[in-house]
């Protein structure tokens, strides 16, 4: 059995090492603002922190997490960037549907704290693997400054 | 594991040329392929050893369905004979040659389509002389130089294994090769030079399990079709054995111990894992035919055999290749000041980073580490492309796979994104245009 | 142009005004929605509070519930609803909660369709009036029970924050310290609404009430419900459209830990295990053997010149005025044909659906559009009354037109008929894109004729399935879909003699509507014709629309502000993104909203696209909430260009060639251009906004290629080898 530290508990899991953390976060331990949307990369819905590294979820296995500290979109807002950047989220009313968000504010919320001042090309970077059908990445880059300049 | 050859009027020509036939000569009188090893090849039945054909010692007593299997995972049929999508064995995969497309035949039991009527002796016929039983002469492109050392015991245990197939009513595709390449007597000219007609021969100054590596290699796995260059007249040229060669447009790199471009400085364990699973720690994933060759055939064989293969692979002498080495790891900043390719850092941005990390070191699983790669280490970065274009193959259950993105990609944004990763993790950017990548898609 | 209601009823052709007409002809809906006394639960003893209405529901304690007939999938439509109540039943947004409908027809049936559905940009049209009726009446109800108490006129008393006082006396109480009394009072009539001078919510910026559970991962989505005991189930549909399972040998599947069962129905294989992963994994195992049937050789190629071909076929007359036939004839003709390719809804959240069968009821957990047909379709796949059947209806990870069907919620019930307990159903991407039901395959042929550079003479066939005609019948009528034409019917300009035709083709490929449904067709269509006319004709693509807008100076203004704010004319600027450069303008007038695209873009030499800005202007008519107009049209925007850059649902061998989101390409936030949004100021009854930003982009854009290119490509989405340099 894996124990794994999610927002600072742990948890025993009863998956199989190869399980991707998604599953287990949602179907075994309920933590359900982790979404999932492709399964392959390509969407960022289901995006975590591993030691503040935004990282999607479908493709890691529980038995590689080890040690290191997941935080979920349930975890960020314990985080000074995780809560700006969901404050900002609201006050610029970036969310549409908001199935894509919780990935959205955890890709935002490493920048954030990795690069305190990041610049549009920053932006592309640290967001380009997000999707959002919705259409809001406008409000998202807005939402990303509007959050490192509070 | 022979995908393509690649038979050029030259090569007629050169042929029936006088002048050419000192050239001639050094392409047909050439070492055999296992020459390098010291000692003296001796007919199978002169040797005492434990037999290197068949199957491994713990299937000996198995079921004969079950060894017909190995053996036919061992020589890996199914590959080539199985359409995208398609019945296994039921043929129609199409290989594009730039003379015309040859499609594999129906391989299943069926009568009228496929080779339920065929008798042993014309099945050994076939596998070993590469004539049908029309008497007409296969196009090399099916391997039968090197099937030619498969034991009869175990062709005809090939046979028993497709006659239990369920037949597949599946008529053959006629190849689309115009004059002369339609001319089938060249190719007994051709097969007269370069098939030895041979059964393997064991080398008994050799150790069992080097015995048995070189049958699983040179007999039925084929390894040297792929990856070793070919010669004028499209004969593998044995004096740069492993060297490295082409299939269907994807680099088989150099397997012989050189350093630097080959596997010698890969370590037994990552050789058996690589081949066993497609995939060693740091260095890469087995994808297109390689990754077939893992899936239909590596990977069904026992450890023991495995292991063979390796202690064969890894005596093989070095033949120096042109790559460079391997670079190290790459920074985590997206942004480096030396590659100016914006095209290419948006997909690779977009699409790519989420897996490979922005260090090459792979985001969430091993598997999808670039740096240390040597495809990702080849100037050509044609299997780069191909990879970006084909993705790894469908998903099967429990393995992590790589999507393609050719379908909406352009070809501008393809050799960009394949630029960017060779720049950023590779030793050497490649150089791709969009005409290249639209040869490779041609190219399979 | 569309003309008003009344005309609308006259059986003339707006998708929206055949609806209305429908809905009247159904029965006087506003009347059956309007304010249902009899929901007034004042006998129920258990009541704490009470139902004031349908929508309204004022608790002793505690926040005031507000019942949402249309369901919340981004379009923001739970805040505006809910500050139409709010407005007039004088609450606070804060103070209010918002609640999905359950499925019941005559309370939250949909004003316009009848049946209980989101879609079409139509919510703000069609609830407007009746939610805002529903919050005053239940304001008065209150006020007079408060008025009956204190023995006071009503008219002394105020409300504010959901208090009522009585400024004379100073009095005051809460709306849940009369509730219950209030509930006892007869239901008023038509009690008076505020004049728009006497708002204080609606044109507001008000924050959204769905949003800050959004963001912290709380919100619950169809997808996320979890019920004591559940299991997951994967499924998959034949890679062959409408394949049936021939063989399945279940063993491998059923030998993986965590594998519960494996369910096979004729169409469909599942596999129910512990978690989601196990049981895809689980799937992929499984070696299953589909006969392919009717359309093992349906392919892309033959599907595109079947359309062509029904277009040349009879058709229906739509609109006739004068005799476009016979000046079409005698020549000076321009003449082209659009088509438009089949497209998946790629919502973020792929479809699912939670169950639980047992004692002949059936509870389902899902987000949905239409909580009625979901209801009805799992009753009659499970053979029970429909009162048997729950729905717990939940927010939608995007709907686009995707959760408008109960095709998904029908497969799930069938799996979940043949498992013990609550199953999840969970679509992986790939089912999600190859079980979908796509945007249809259009054809649109069009002619005029030019005579002096004026149009005299327009000829417009739309060749498509009719959606409607499957989807609520009653509003398929004279063999006219009449969203197939919109767009087509009533272009904003003046075309001279005009024809319009609607050929009805369908051809096998299941189809439903999809964000911008028919306008997405005909408004591309016929702007981008209009930019073939102006480039014949050499007019400027900006002076020959105007031309056409003499009568029409309400589309004129938003043309000319789209126009100025993009700074038509002026030259533009080198672009990193490629040397070619253009600007394409296009006018909509559908959804009850008009708007005005201009968009730029850049062409590499090899034809890559990229969008660099898109201005847009808008006229919606009234405006509830401005921040989510604009957010609607960003969005939009943002959908249109992935549309018409690259999306498309393709056939070979039966076979849906898409996937997932490496072959079905949306637009990244490092692909965006800037958007701004102009929004006009205007007193005109609300228009629909969901729609209209996906439809106006993909003629700006597509005018704006030709420009840069001189090739106005025909066959969405673009294609990159068209419009290559050396070509
Ligand atoms: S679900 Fe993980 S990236 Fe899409
Ligand atoms: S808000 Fe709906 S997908 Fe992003």
């Given at each position: 059995?894996?124990?794994?530290?999610?927002?600072?508990?742990?948890?025993?899991?009863?998956?199989?090492?190869?399980?991707?953390?998604?599953?287990?976060?949602?179907?075994?331990?309920?933590?359900?603002?982790?979404?999932?949307?492709?399964?392959?990369?390509?969407?960022?819905?289901?995006?975590?922190?591993?030691?503040?590294?935004?990282?999607?979820?479908?493709?890691?296995?529980?038995?590689?997490?080890?040690?290191?500290?997941?935080?979920?979109?349930?975890?960020?807002?314990?985080?000074?960037?995780?809560?700006?950047?969901?404050?900002?989220?609201?006050?610029?009313?970036?969310?549409?549907?908001?199935?894509?968000?919780?990935?959205?504010?955890?890709?935002?919320a490493a920048l954030l704290a990795a690069n305190p001042d990041p610049d549009d090309e920053a932006i592309d970077a640290a967001m380009a693997g997000n999707l959002c059908r919705c259409g809001t990445y406008v409000r998202i880059r807005q939402g990303i400054k509007h959050a490192a300049r509070s | 594991?022979?995908?393509?050859?690649?038979?050029?009027?030259?090569?007629?020509?050169?042929?029936?040329?006088?002048?050419?036939?000192?050239?001639?000569?050094?392409?047909?009188?050439?070492?055999?392929?296992?020459?390098?090893?010291?000692?003296?090849?001796?007919?199978?039945?002169?040797?005492?050893?434990?037999?290197?054909?068949?199957?491994?010692?713990?299937?000996?007593?198995?079921?004969?369905?079950?060894?017909?299997?190995?053996?036919?995972?061992?020589?890996?049929?199914?590959?080539?004979?199985?359409?995208?999508?398609?019945?296994?064995?039921?043929?129609?995969?199409?290989?594009?040659?730039?003379?015309?497309?040859?499609?594999?035949?129906?391989?299943?039991?069926?009568?009228?389509?496929?080779?339920?009527?065929?008798?042993?002796?014309?099945?050994?016929?076939?596998?070993?002389?590469?004539?049908?039983?029309?008497?007409?002469?296969?196009?090399?492109?099916?391997?039968?130089?090197?099937?030619?050392?498969?034991?009869?015991?175990?062709?005809?245990?090939?046979?028993?294994?497709?006659?239990?197939?369920?037949?597949?009513?599946?008529?053959?595709?006629?190849?689309?090769?115009?004059?002369?390449?339609?001319?089938?007597?060249?190719?007994?000219?051709?097969?007269?030079?370069?098939?030895?007609?041979?059964?393997?021969?064991?080398?008994?100054e050799q150790s069992p399990e080097w015995n048995r590596g070189a049958y699983l290699v040179e007999a039925a796995g084929h390894c040297g079709e792929c990856h070793t260059p070919r010669n004028l007249m499209q004969a593998l040229d044995q004096r740069a054995k492993f060297g490295g060669g082409v299939a269907e447009g994807w680099t088989a790199y150099n397997i012989s111990s050189d350093k630097i471009s080959g596997i010698g400085d890969w370590s037994a364990q990552e050789l058996a894992s690589y081949l066993s699973s497609g995939h060693a720690h740091g260095r890469g994933v087995a994808s297109g035919p390689m990754g077939e060759a893992v899936e239909l055939s590596l990977s069904h064989l026992t450890k023991a055999d495995i292991g063979a293969i390796v202690t064969y692979l890894r005596s093989v002498p070095s033949v120096k290749g042109d790559l460079p080495a391997l670079a190290g790891p790459a920074p985590a900043t997206p942004k480096l000041a030396r590659i100016d390719n914006p095209v290419g850092k948006r997909i690779f941005e977009g699409n790519c980073a989420s897996c490979h990390a922005w260090t090459g070191a792979g985001a969430a699983r091993e598997e999808a580490q670039l740096t240390g790669v040597r495809a990702v280490n080849d100037p050509g970065g044609a299997n780069v492309a191909l990879m970006i274009l084909h993705g790894s193959g469908g998903p099967t259950p429990h393995r992590p796979y790589m999507p393609d993105f050719g379908k909406v990609y352009s070809n501008d944004e393809i050799a960009a994104v394949t630029n960017y990763v060779t720049a950023r993790f590779g030793t050497e950017p490649s150089q791709l245009t969009a005409d290249d990548i639209a040869r490779l898609r041609a190219a399979n | 142009m569309p003309r008003d209601p009344e005309a609308m009823q006259a059986g003339t052709l707006s998708r929206r005004a055949v609806l209305r007409g429908g809905a009247a002809v159904l029965g006087g809906l506003f009347i059956g929605i309007e304010l249902p006394a009899g929901r007034a639960r004042a006998d129920e003893p258990q009541a704490a509070g009470a139902a004031l209405s349908a929508f309204v529901h004022v608790p002793a304690q505690g926040r005031v519930s507000l019942i949402m007939p249309a369901v919340e999938m981004g379009q923001g439509v739970y805040t505006s609803q809910a500050m139409c109540m709010a407005e007039e039943l004088d609450v606070g947004l804060d103070q209010i909660e918002a609640i999905h409908a359950p499925p019941d027809r005559e309370h939250y049936g949909h004003p316009i369709f009848y049946v209980q559905a989101t879609g079409g940009s139509t919510t703000t049209m069609a609830w407007t009036e009746p939610l805002r009726r529903a919050g005053a009446t239940a304001r008065a109800m209150l006020v007079a029970a408060a008025a009956a108490e204190?023995?006071?006129?009503?008219?002394?008393?105020?409300?504010?924050?959901?208090?009522?006082?009585?400024?004379?006396?100073?009095?005051?109480?809460?709306?849940?310290?009369?509730?219950?009394?209030?509930?006892?009072?007869?239901?008023?009539?038509?009690?008076?609404?505020?004049?728009?001078?006497?708002?204080?919510?609606?044109?507001?910026?008000?924050?959204?009430?769905?949003?800050?559970?959004?963001?912290?991962?709380?919100?619950?989505?169809?997808?996320?419900?979890?019920?004591?005991?559940?299991?997951?189930?994967?499924?998959?549909?034949?890679?062959?459209?409408?394949?049936?399972?021939?063989?399945?040998?279940?063993?491998?599947?059923?030998?993986?830990?965590?594998?519960?069962?494996?369910?096979?129905?004729?169409?469909?294989?599942?596999?129910?295990a512990d978690n989601t992963w196990i049981a895809e994994q689980a799937l992929r195992a499984l070696d299953i053997a589909w006969s392919p049937g009717a359309n093992a050789a349906l392919d892309q190629a033959q599907l595109w010149a079947d359309t062509e071909t029904a277009a040349t076929g009879p058709g229906v007359t739509v609109r006739k005025e004068g005799d476009a036939t016979g000046k079409l004839a005698a020549g000076a003709l321009v003449e082209a044909a659009y088509e438009l390719p089949f497209l998946a809804h790629t919502s973020l959240e792929t479809q699912n659906c939670t169950l639980h069968v047992h004692d002949g009821a059936c509870e389902i957990w899902v987000g949905t559009q239409v909580p009625g047909y979901a209801q009805a379709g799992a009753a009659q796949v499970l053979g029970i009354p429909p009162e048997k059947v729950t729905v717990h209806n939940h927010l939608i990870g995007g709907g686009f037109g995707g959760?408008?069907?109960?095709?998904?919620?029908?497969?799930?019930?069938?799996?979940?008929?043949?498992?013990?307990?609550?199953?999840?159903?969970?679509?992986?991407?790939?089912?999600?894109?190859?079980?979908?039901?796509?945007?249809?395959?259009?054809?649109?042929?069009?002619?005029?004729?030019?005579?002096?550079?004026?149009?005299?003479?327009?000829?417009?066939?739309?060749?498509?399935?009719?959606?409607?005609?499957?989807?609520?019948?009653?509003?398929?009528?004279?063999?006219?879909?009449?969203?197939?034409?919109?767009?087509?019917?009533?272009?904003?300009?003046?075309?001279?003699?005009?024809?319009?035709?609607?050929?009805?083709?369908?051809?096998?490929?299941?189809?439903?509507?999809?964000?911008?449904?028919?306008?997405?067709?005909?408004?591309?269509?016929?702007?981008?014709?209009?930019?073939?006319?102006?480039?014949?004709?050499?007019?400027?693509?900006?002076?020959?629309?105007?031309?056409?807008?003499?009568?029409?100076?309400?589309?004129?203004?938003?043309?000319?502000?789209?126009?100025?704010?993009?700074?038509?004319?002026?030259?533009?600027?080198?672009?990193?993104?490629?040397?070619?450069?253009?600007?394409?303008?296009?006018?909509m007038h559908a959804f009850g909203s008009l708007l005005a695209c201009v968009a730029e873009v850049a062409v590499t030499d090899g034809g890559d696209v990229r969008v660099t800005k898109v201005v847009v202007a808008a006229d919606i008519g009234r405006i509830i909430n401005p921040d989510t107009v604009v957010a609607q049209v960003e969005g939009g925007v943002v959908f249109g260009i992935a549309t018409v850059l690259h999306n498309r649902i393709t056939f070979a061998g039966g076979r849906v060639e898409q996937t997932n989101f490496n072959d079905y390409r949306l637009l990244r936030i490092n692909e965006m251009p800037t958007i701004e949004v102009e929004l006009m100021a205007s007193t005109e009854k609300s228009g629909g906004i969901g729609e209209p930003g996906t439809v106006i982009v993909q003629p700006a854009v597509a005018n704006a290629v030709f420009a840069a290119t001189g090739v106005q490509l025909t066959r969405m989405p673009l294609d990159a080898s068209l419009i290559a340099r050396s070509v």
């Amino acid at each position: 059995m894996t124990a794994i530290s999610v927002n600072r508990k742990t948890y025993e899991i009863n998956a199989t090492e190869d399980t991707p953390l998604l599953w287990v976060l949602r179907d075994e331990l309920g933590l359900t603002g982790t979404k999932f949307g492709c399964g392959i990369a390509q969407c960022g819905v289901c995006t975590v922190h591993v030691d503040g590294m935004a990282v999607r979820s479908c493709q890691m296995p529980v038995g590689t997490v080890g040690e290191r500290a997941i935080t979920t979109i349930e975890g960020v807002g314990e985080t000074s960037a995780g809560a700006r950047v969901q404050k900002a989220w609201l006050d610029l009313e970036v969310v549409q549907c908001g199935y894509c968000q919780p990935g959205q504010i955890m890709s935002a919320a490493a920048l954030l704290a990795a690069n305190p001042d990041p610049d549009d090309e920053a932006i592309d970077a640290a967001m380009a693997g997000n999707l959002c059908r919705c259409g809001t990445y406008v409000r998202i880059r807005q939402g990303i400054k509007h959050a490192a300049r509070s | 594991m022979k995908r393509k050859v690649i038979l050029s009027l030259a090569a007629g020509a050169a042929v029936l040329g006088a002048a050419a036939l000192g050239l001639t000569g050094w392409m047909v009188f050439q070492p055999g392929p296992y020459a390098f090893a010291t000692g003296k090849p001796i007919p199978l039945s002169a040797y005492h050893g434990p037999s290197p054909t068949g199957v491994p010692a713990e299937l000996a007593s198995a079921a004969p369905a079950a060894r017909g299997a190995y053996v036919a995972a061992m020589a890996d049929c199914q590959a080539c004979h199985t359409a995208p999508g398609g019945k296994p064995f039921a043929g129609g995969r199409a290989f594009v040659l730039p003379f015309g497309t040859i499609y594999t035949p129906n391989l299943t039991p069926d009568p009228e389509t496929g080779i339920g009527k065929w008798t042993d002796a014309q099945f050994l016929n076939a596998v070993h002389r590469g004539i049908a039983p029309d008497g007409s002469h296969y196009y090399p492109a099916f391997p039968y130089p090197s099937y030619t050392r498969l034991s009869d015991e175990d062709v005809l245990a090939i046979k028993a294994h497709l006659f239990a197939l369920p037949p597949v009513k599946q008529a053959n595709r006629p190849n689309t090769f115009g004059f002369p390449y339609n001319q089938r007597w060249l190719m007994a000219i051709w097969s007269a030079l370069f098939n030895p007609n041979e059964r393997f021969r064991p080398v008994p100054e050799q150790s069992p399990e080097w015995n048995r590596g070189a049958y699983l290699v040179e007999a039925a796995g084929h390894c040297g079709e792929c990856h070793t260059p070919r010669n004028l007249m499209q004969a593998l040229d044995q004096r740069a054995k492993f060297g490295g060669g082409v299939a269907e447009g994807w680099t088989a790199y150099n397997i012989s111990s050189d350093k630097i471009s080959g596997i010698g400085d890969w370590s037994a364990q990552e050789l058996a894992s690589y081949l066993s699973s497609g995939h060693a720690h740091g260095r890469g994933v087995a994808s297109g035919p390689m990754g077939e060759a893992v899936e239909l055939s590596l990977s069904h064989l026992t450890k023991a055999d495995i292991g063979a293969i390796v202690t064969y692979l890894r005596s093989v002498p070095s033949v120096k290749g042109d790559l460079p080495a391997l670079a190290g790891p790459a920074p985590a900043t997206p942004k480096l000041a030396r590659i100016d390719n914006p095209v290419g850092k948006r997909i690779f941005e977009g699409n790519c980073a989420s897996c490979h990390a922005w260090t090459g070191a792979g985001a969430a699983r091993e598997e999808a580490q670039l740096t240390g790669v040597r495809a990702v280490n080849d100037p050509g970065g044609a299997n780069v492309a191909l990879m970006i274009l084909h993705g790894s193959g469908g998903p099967t259950p429990h393995r992590p796979y790589m999507p393609d993105f050719g379908k909406v990609y352009s070809n501008d944004e393809i050799a960009a994104v394949t630029n960017y990763v060779t720049a950023r993790f590779g030793t050497e950017p490649s150089q791709l245009t969009a005409d290249d990548i639209a040869r490779l898609r041609a190219a399979n | 142009m569309p003309r008003d209601p009344e005309a609308m009823q006259a059986g003339t052709l707006s998708r929206r005004a055949v609806l209305r007409g429908g809905a009247a002809v159904l029965g006087g809906l506003f009347i059956g929605i309007e304010l249902p006394a009899g929901r007034a639960r004042a006998d129920e003893p258990q009541a704490a509070g009470a139902a004031l209405s349908a929508f309204v529901h004022v608790p002793a304690q505690g926040r005031v519930s507000l019942i949402m007939p249309a369901v919340e999938m981004g379009q923001g439509v739970y805040t505006s609803q809910a500050m139409c109540m709010a407005e007039e039943l004088d609450v606070g947004l804060d103070q209010i909660e918002a609640i999905h409908a359950p499925p019941d027809r005559e309370h939250y049936g949909h004003p316009i369709f009848y049946v209980q559905a989101t879609g079409g940009s139509t919510t703000t049209m069609a609830w407007t009036e009746p939610l805002r009726r529903a919050g005053a009446t239940a304001r008065a109800m209150l006020v007079a029970a408060a008025a009956a108490e204190w023995s006071v006129p009503t008219s002394e008393l105020v409300t504010a924050r959901g208090v009522i006082t009585h400024p004379g006396s100073g009095r005051a109480q809460r709306y849940g310290d009369v509730a219950d009394r209030a509930a006892r009072m007869p239901t008023p009539a038509d009690v008076p609404l505020k004049s728009p001078e006497q708002f204080r919510l609606i044109g507001t910026r008000a924050r959204r009430i769905d949003t800050p559970d959004k963001v912290v991962g709380k919100a619950v989505y169809g997808i996320d419900v979890r019920l004591p005991g559940m299991t997951f189930a994967a499924l998959t549909a034949s890679p062959v459209l409408g394949g049936k399972v021939e063989h399945v040998d279940e063993a491998p599947a059923l030998a993986m830990p965590g594998v519960r069962q494996v369910v096979v129905l004729d169409d469909i294989v599942a596999v129910v295990a512990d978690n989601t992963w196990i049981a895809e994994q689980a799937l992929r195992a499984l070696d299953i053997a589909w006969s392919p049937g009717a359309n093992a050789a349906l392919d892309q190629a033959q599907l595109w010149a079947d359309t062509e071909t029904a277009a040349t076929g009879p058709g229906v007359t739509v609109r006739k005025e004068g005799d476009a036939t016979g000046k079409l004839a005698a020549g000076a003709l321009v003449e082209a044909a659009y088509e438009l390719p089949f497209l998946a809804h790629t919502s973020l959240e792929t479809q699912n659906c939670t169950l639980h069968v047992h004692d002949g009821a059936c509870e389902i957990w899902v987000g949905t559009q239409v909580p009625g047909y979901a209801q009805a379709g799992a009753a009659q796949v499970l053979g029970i009354p429909p009162e048997k059947v729950t729905v717990h209806n939940h927010l939608i990870g995007g709907g686009f037109g995707g959760r408008l069907e109960a095709g998904p919620i029908v497969t799930a019930t069938r799996i979940a008929q043949k498992v013990a307990g609550p199953v999840k159903v969970i679509w992986s991407r790939e089912q999600d894109i190859r079980q979908d039901m796509f945007r249809p395959l259009y054809h649109n042929r069009l002619k005029a004729r030019i005579e002096n550079d004026r149009i005299t003479a327009w000829h417009h066939r739309v060749t498509g399935p009719s959606i409607l005609a499957r989807w609520l019948p009653p509003a398929f009528k004279d063999g006219i879909d009449s969203d197939a034409i919109d767009g087509a019917a009533e272009p904003p300009y003046a075309l001279g003699d005009m024809l319009v035709e609607y050929v009805r083709h369908e051809n096998g490929v299941p189809f439903s509507f999809w964000r911008g449904v028919g306008p997405n067709s005909t408004v591309f269509s016929v702007e981008s014709f209009l930019d073939l006319i102006a480039r014949k004709s050499g007019a400027d693509p900006v002076a020959l629309r105007r031309g056409l807008l003499q009568k029409n100076p309400r589309a004129r203004a938003v043309l000319d502000a789209a126009a100025a704010k993009a700074g038509w004319g002026t030259p533009l600027a080198a672009s990193a993104f490629g040397a070619r450069r253009g600007r394409g303008v296009a006018l909509m007038h559908a959804f009850g909203s008009l708007l005005a695209c201009v968009a730029e873009v850049a062409v590499t030499d090899g034809g890559d696209v990229r969008v660099t800005k898109v201005v847009v202007a808008a006229d919606i008519g009234r405006i509830i909430n401005p921040d989510t107009v604009v957010a609607q049209v960003e969005g939009g925007v943002v959908f249109g260009i992935a549309t018409v850059l690259h999306n498309r649902i393709t056939f070979a061998g039966g076979r849906v060639e898409q996937t997932n989101f490496n072959d079905y390409r949306l637009l990244r936030i490092n692909e965006m251009p800037t958007i701004e949004v102009e929004l006009m100021a205007s007193t005109e009854k609300s228009g629909g906004i969901g729609e209209p930003g996906t439809v106006i982009v993909q003629p700006a854009v597509a005018n704006a290629v030709f420009a840069a290119t001189g090739v106005q490509l025909t066959r969405m989405p673009l294609d990159a080898s068209l419009i290559a340099r050396s070509v």
